[in-house]
């Protein structure tokens, strides 16, 4: 199953399952509070083992460390020798307390911090800029002009706002590539509130992050008391409260899971990737060289529809 998908309408194919490279800023800014940092050779594995296992892309952003999580990206890359044409990059500018201007005057040091290895798809990463998104949108469609950046995508945009931006790029030629938006089995709010119908409508990607809920759909805090209480403090209150509701969902993953010699956590992105036909596609995180392989091999193996169904009628609590 490791067939490439459109990006949305653009010519740039991706593999159902990339890898987020949050964790790549640990050790750095507010980031040092959520993740540990990672040695940089411990960064080569995991981004060497993911292009192992035929994941061709990867999702990282500037406030990811200020930057540093892109210059991981790019040492790996070049310490593993893959060439700029190999690899799908894609990245995100920081609308806070910014105007749509700061989108020009940002851009080459985005590229600064890519190293030579260049912007296939530049996200809006909140819609929270001083400007309108009509003025957001116009200047992220200026750097395709430039030819700074390849496509456009939005993340943590409603559908009113998925909507908006799509209409500002139609008018300068462009289509809107992705909306990149927390989604999970244990939280499947986009089919209810209009994010993934509209996305669907106007043909765009589905970029699902937090796609395991922080290791809860791993199954591993329901086995073990001791890997609750090694959670990060921020962790704790929100895997207590999801324990025992998604119980049931943990042990369907595992019985389907047996049919594939696949974890829980294979099975919940493999649903993910494939319930909603090539619509979305996963950015799951890795700290480990292992987590990274084990994400790729998501893409080995397809669930039925009997399975796929079987699934969702067990999550469906977490629609609401």
């Given at each position: 199953?490791?067939?490439?998908?459109?990006?949305?309408?653009?010519?740039?194919?991706?593999?159902?399952?990339?890898?987020?490279?949050?964790?790549?800023?640990?050790?750095?800014?507010?980031?040092?509070?959520?993740?540990?940092?990672?040695?940089?050779?411990?960064?080569?594995?995991?981004?060497?083992?993911?292009?192992?296992?035929?994941?061709?892309?990867?999702?990282?952003?500037?406030?990811?460390?200020?930057?540093?999580?892109?210059?991981?990206?790019?040492?790996?890359?070049?310490?593993?020798?893959?060439?700029?044409?190999?690899?799908?990059?894609?990245?995100?500018?920081?609308?806070?307390?910014?105007?749509?201007?700061?989108?020009?005057k940002t851009i080459d040091t985005r590229l600064h911090c890519l190293d030579g290895y260049g912007i296939?798809?530049?996200?809006?990463?909140?819609?929270?800029?001083?400007?309108?998104?009509?003025?957001?949108?116009?200047?992220?469609?200026?750097?395709?002009?430039?030819?700074?950046?390849?496509?456009?995508?939005?993340?943590?945009?409603?559908?009113?706002?998925?909507?908006?931006?799509?209409?500002?790029?139609?008018?300068?030629?462009?289509?809107?590539?992705?909306?990149?938006?927390?989604?999970?089995?244990?939280?499947?709010?986009?089919?209810?509130?209009?994010?993934?119908?509209?996305?669907?409508?106007?043909?765009?990607?589905?970029?699902?992050?937090?796609?395991?809920?922080?290791?809860?759909?791993?199954?591993?805090?329901?086995?073990?008391?001791?890997?609750?209480?090694?959670?990060?403090?921020?962790?704790?209150?929100?895997?207590?409260?999801?324990?025992?509701?998604?119980?049931?969902?943990?042990?369907?993953?595992?019985?389907?899971?047996?049919?594939?010699?696949?974890?829980?956590?294979?099975?919940?992105?493999?649903?993910?990737?494939?319930?909603?036909?090539?619509?979305?596609?996963?950015?799951?995180?890795?700290?480990?060289?292992?987590?990274?392989?084990?994400n790729a091999a998501t893409m080995n193996f397809t669930l039925s529809p009997e399975e796929l169904a079987?699934?969702?009628?067990?999550?469906?609590?977490?629609?609401?």
């Amino acid at each position: 199953m490791k067939t490439k998908r459109q990006l949305g309408q653009t010519d740039i194919a991706v593999t159902p399952i990339g890898l987020g490279l949050m964790q790549f800023a640990g050790g750095s800014g507010f980031l040092k509070f959520m993740f540990r940092q990672i040695p940089e050779n411990k960064m080569i594995q995991i981004v060497n083992v993911a292009l192992s296992g035929g994941i061709n892309w990867f999702d990282t952003a500037e406030i990811y460390g200020n930057g540093s999580s892109e210059k991981s990206l790019a040492s790996a890359l070049k310490a593993i020798g893959k060439p700029r044409s190999d690899v799908v990059i894609a990245t995100k500018w920081r609308p806070f307390l910014r105007t749509a201007s700061n989108i020009k005057k940002t851009i080459d040091t985005r590229l600064h911090c890519l190293d030579g290895y260049g912007i296939d798809l530049y996200q809006v990463h909140f819609p929270y800029s001083l400007s309108s998104i009509k003025e957001v949108l116009n200047q992220m469609a200026g750097l395709v002009t430039e030819g700074k950046i390849k496509s456009i995508g939005v993340s943590n945009y409603s559908a009113k706002q998925m909507h908006q931006s799509n209409e500002v790029l139609l008018e300068r030629g462009l289509p809107l590539a992705s909306n990149q938006v927390h989604y999970s089995l244990l939280n499947r709010k986009i089919e209810k509130n209009g994010i993934l119908e509209t996305a669907k409508e106007l043909g765009i990607s589905i970029i699902a992050y937090s796609p395991l809920e922080s290791g809860l759909l791993t199954g591993k805090f329901h086995d073990s008391t001791d890997s609750f209480a090694n959670a990060p403090f921020f962790r704790k209150a929100r895997l207590k409260s999801q324990l025992e509701k998604s119980a049931e969902l943990i042990q369907k993953l595992r019985e389907i899971g047996q049919n594939y010699n696949a974890t829980p956590a294979q099975v919940a992105l493999n649903w993910l990737i494939n319930f909603h036909g090539e619509t979305i596609v996963a950015i799951p995180g890795a700290s480990t060289a292992e987590q990274a392989q084990a994400n790729a091999a998501t893409m080995n193996f397809t669930l039925s529809p009997e399975e796929l169904a079987q699934i969702d009628k067990v999550s469906r609590k977490f629609l609401k």
